[in-house]
């Protein structure tokens, strides 16, 4: 971990709980004060300001690079806000470079809001039952909601209302986007630059935790942010998919903003008792009570979790947790961190997953658009796949030592999926 990974880390401690921060400097004992006081006699006004927070030889301007492969600029940013010494740390040009996103990231917030009212207005009106999936329903659980970088809105509808609901979309002015490659899950729209995803199942392949969803729409919570209401599940199938969406991500480059999804879940819903009593079983269901212990311990260790009530993840593999917390950092918010090495990567480990002719069948149905038309091709889609790898390779333009890195951090993929029993 490099100096300005363990420092991002500590911001996003700083910006989720401060409070636990403050009650562990108030424990500090006597002794300890008084060491700090005859530290700062020692010091100039400027070496004061620094020294109790910026580590020795951190570079601004790759932390500022960490936030952003990390989606998490703004809630990092909030540690400036609150914090005087630390912004006048940091150099301008980093400032002004950050304030910037910032100032963006608050402009889509505020667009994505009206959206997400809008939308709730609609469904309310042709008497849709309806819940958002991540987004705001994860966004609700963090400290400052503005803070979290918001993508999609994703929602789910019963099955049976959803060609109605495609319709009611439709007239009402949203824009048809694209129907595949994920047909069998949802369709696409966009309004005014916003980007919506109507389930009709929320279930991937390999798991079924269709159950809990669908419970959950018909139990769904009214409840609002920042002013702005919309439908979310009960807090047993809001936690399973939060988890289930990690569980996928790490198949493909997990990033720490879906894991704080997770954390500030834990820390407002999952204590222990709420483990014992439901959803423990659930977890077990969809075999994920691995990945949930070992991604909470790991915000303990790492992000800042305060542990209080939090016991049921005590036994989780402490290397497991150093492991994932160091696939997180290599990888960044859907592998951007890596770029192009990242596709590499990921096909590369779902080939040693799942075999070469089942992965580029399985992939060529998928991407092959002439195939969707003409389903006889299927025998073929293979070589098409074949041929899209091929292309994909060449433009990715990787010399010998980024692919051997690329493969290298497949293999060490699939050995962590693989001991965090996910495949």
């Known amino acids: 971990m490099t100096t300005e990974q363990a420092f991002l880390l500590e911001l996003i401690k700083r910006s989720q709980f401060p409070e636990a921060i403050d009650a562990a400097s108030a424990g500090e004992t006597q002794e300890t004060q008084e060491t700090h006081e005859s530290r700062k006699t020692q010091e100039t006004p400027e070496t004061q300001e620094n020294t109790a927070i910026v580590p020795d030889g951190l570079d601004w301007d790759k932390l500022y690079k960490e936030t952003f492969f990390q989606s998490v600029l703004c809630m990092a940013w909030t540690c400036f806000d609150e914090l005087p ?11 002004a470079r950050w304030k910037e996103a910032e100032n963006r ?3 889509n917030y505020i667009r994505y809001m009206h959206a997400q009212a809008e939308l709730t207005a609609l469904m309310r009106e042709k008497e849709i039952p309806f819940a958002v999936l991540k987004g705001l329903a994860a966004a ?14 994703d929602f789910i509808v019963p099955q049976e209302l959803f060609e109605k609901t495609r319709e009611i979309l439709l007239e009402a002015g949203y ?13 696409a729209f966009d309004r005014f630059g916003v980007h919506f995803e109507l389930h009709h199942h929320f279930s991937h392949e390999d798991r079924d935790v269709e159950r809990f969803v669908t419970d959950g729409i018909e139990n769904a919570r ?5 002013g702005t209401e919309f439908s979310m599940l009960p807090p047993l199938g809001n936690g399973i998919v939060l ?29 222990d008792s709420f483990w014992e009593t439901e959803f423990r079983s659930a977890a077990e269901e969809a075999r994920l009570v691995k990945l949930a212990k070992v991604v909470t311990k790991m915000c303990l260790k790492y992000m ?20 994932l917390i160091e696939n997180l950092l290599v990888s960044g918010n859907f592998g951007r961190r890596n770029g192009e090495g990242n596709k ?40 098409y796949q074949s041929g899209r790898y091929a292309r994909q390779g060449f433009k990715a333009k990787r010399s010998g030592a980024q692919l051997k890195d690329d493969l290298k951090r497949a293999e060490k993929r699939n050995k962590l999926l693989r001991e965090l029993e996910i495949i």
Not at 140 to 153: E, H, L, Q, V
Not at 175 to 187: A, F, M, N, V
Not at 222 to 226: R, S, T, Y
């Open 304 to 323: 800042g979790l305060p542990a209080d009530n939090i016991s049921w993840c005590d036994d989780a593999d402490d290397r497991l947790c150093d492991d």
């Open 105 to 107: 990231q608050l402009v």
């Open 175 to 187: 824009r048809l986007t694209s129907e595949e490659p994920d047909y069998t899950r949802h369709i």
């Open 85 to 95: 010494e630390l912004k006048n740390a940091l150099p301008e040009e980093v400032r």
């Open 222 to 226: 009214n409840v609002a942010v920042d």
């Open 344 to 383: 590499i990567e990921n096909v590369t480990a779902s080939i040693r997953r799942e075999g070469l002719f089942r992965r580029l069948q399985s992939a060529g149905e998928s991407n092959w658009k002439a195939y969707k038309k003409h389903k006889w091709l299927k025998p073929f889609c293979w070589i």
């Open 140 to 153: 609700i659980n963090y400290r400052d909601p503005s803070k979290r970088a918001m993508g999609d809105i």
């Open 243 to 271: 988890l289930d969406h990690m569980k996928n991500h790490l198949k493909s480059g997990l990033g720490l903003r879906q894991v704080i999804d997770w954390m500030m879940y834990v820390s407002s819903e999952l204590n």
